[in-house]
């Protein structure tokens, strides 16, 4: 059986780690002082303040994987803005189609010569046919589901708990005892959410089938593994049945990539076959400037066709100014040219592997009550030893204590890795001595945390 960790010890590696962090940090310190003048919690996006410091850490400057602070401390970064700088911060291909068709007009509300360039690459990549633009994925999710209602005619929609679908109301239900409820953590919702969403456990096809059953279901709004909860994984065959249970209810079937896309270069579902309705991409496909896209099938595409036929004119809800404009055509057509493509993921992949096998060795030696996950270029451990297989059991054995500690004690030794869980990214910036750097942070973290 593996070992357990002490409380005592997680407690007494926080309180040092903390003291540390102020200790290297007193520019961050006062900027954190000065801006909380102005800033709401005293950051620009309130998320700033999960990472869990004393206050936050104001980052200069970053460079691929080098991030260096306002007091001159550097960083190699595993995090990568949570997904958006999936391809390191930067990268030169990036920064010169940004300078260059930057000086050529930002927006215009009108396409630009990229448009079709970047509608067939979006095609060849992950396997559907017309795309739209939005700002962010929050945004794109939320257009999809209302043209799946609209066509539809049905109202409501289902999803995982324990999901992530970004700032989309209707997604914040949850299961607690088995009976759904709104995220009692939602701020200011005033709707009854569990009258339009229904939510089933991750890999639980009986009840999955339950609620489609009904036939009021419009669309399965679905990460292909789960992402906001550690990584859960799908059980073998739990993608044909989803396939299988939403086209005999007439249900449409929606694969949101946004924390999936680092999967290859077609995302998850072209590496393992899927075949959604909608595709759903955020984050990095623009390189890191707000940009998000949603694909429909040809079939999705006519439907929607022969809605607008009969719509009446007036205000749509879908759309907003900022949204395929030409300067997010031109880093998509960039980012799609030069980073997903086989080319640039097979070196990814093999370093993935690497780390995720250095974290399993050091886990193993230790005996710790850990385990390690990897999907494509994402990694990421869990300080529990056994796999959840949905997102109930993962909340359950998620231990933000140890979880904050290990963070904060990393990221004083220059290794910076996601807050919200332990997810770890590999890039084309990133070395097999980067990833040395980190297995042997981990491997010595877990070994005081074991003493």
């Known amino acids: 059986m593996p070992r357990s960790i002490a409380a005592a010890s997680v407690e007494a590696m926080l309180a040092r780690e903390e003291a540390m962090f102020v200790q290297r940090n007193p520019k961050s310190a006062a900027l954190a002082s000065k801006t909380a003048e102005n800033w709401l919690r005293g950051v620009p996006m309130h998320w700033m303040v999960d990472w869990g410091t004393p206050f936050p850490l104001f980052i200069a400057s970053a460079r691929g994987v080098d991030l260096t602070d306002a007091d001159g401390n550097t960083y190699l970064d595993f995090c990568l803005g949570d997904t958006g700088a999936m391809f390191g911060h930067s990268p030169p291909p990036v920064a010169e189609t940004l300078a260059q068709a930057g000086a050529d007009g930002l927006t215009t509300m009108l396409p630009s010569p990229d448009a079709p360039v970047v509608g067939r690459l979006l095609e060849e990549r992950f396997g559907l046919p017309f795309w739209q633009v939005t700002a962010t994925a929050s945004d794109a999710n939320r257009s999809v589901l209302r ?153 999705m595409a006519n439907r929607i066709g022969e809605y607008l036929k009969g719509r009446q004119p007036g205000h749509s809800g879908i759309g907003t100014t900022l949204s395929g404009s030409k300067i997010q055509l031109a880093l998509m057509r960039c980012v799609l040219e030069t980073y997903f493509t086989d080319k640039a993921f097979a070196p990814m992949l093999k370093l993935a592997e690497e780390l995720e096998r250095g974290i399993a060795t050091a886990i193993e030696k230790h005996d710790a009550p850990w385990h390690v996950v990897r999907v494509g270029a994402r990694v990421e451990f869990m300080c529990t030893p056994d796999r959840p297989r949905n997102g109930g059991e993962a909340a359950r054995v998620i231990h933000r204590p140890i979880d904050m500690a290990v963070h904060q004690y990393l990221l004083n030794r220059g290794l910076m890795i996601t807050p919200f869980h332990n997810m770890l990214l590999i890039c084309p910036a990133t070395t097999s001595e980067h990833v040395e750097r980190l297995v042997s942070g981990i491997d010595s973290c877990l070994k005081e945390l074991l003493n």
């Open 147 to 299: 043209w799946c209602r609209a066509i539809t005619g049905r109202t409501k929609i289902l999803v995982f708990n324990g999901c992530y679908h970004g700032a989309v109301d209707e997604t914040y239900v949850q299961l607690k005892n088995g009976k759904p409820q709104a995220d009692p953590a939602l701020i200011g919702e005033p709707h009854d959410l569990t009258q339009i969403t229904k939510v089933v456990e991750f890999n639980d096809i009986p009840a999955l089938e339950a609620a489609l059953a009904p036939g009021d279901v419009a669309c399965v709004l679905a990460e292909p593994i789960m992402t906001n909860v550690g990584m859960v994984l799908a059980d073998d065959g739990f993608h044909k049945a989803l396939r299988d249970l939403t086209r005999k209810t007439g249900t449409i079937l929606i694969i949101d990539e946004t924390h999936c896309m680092s999967s290859g270069p077609g995302g998850y579902t072209r590496a393992n076959g899927l075949a959604p309705d909608v595709i759903v991409l955020g984050k990095p496909i623009a390189g890191g400037i707000p940009a998000a896209v949603y694909g429909f099938s040809a079939e």
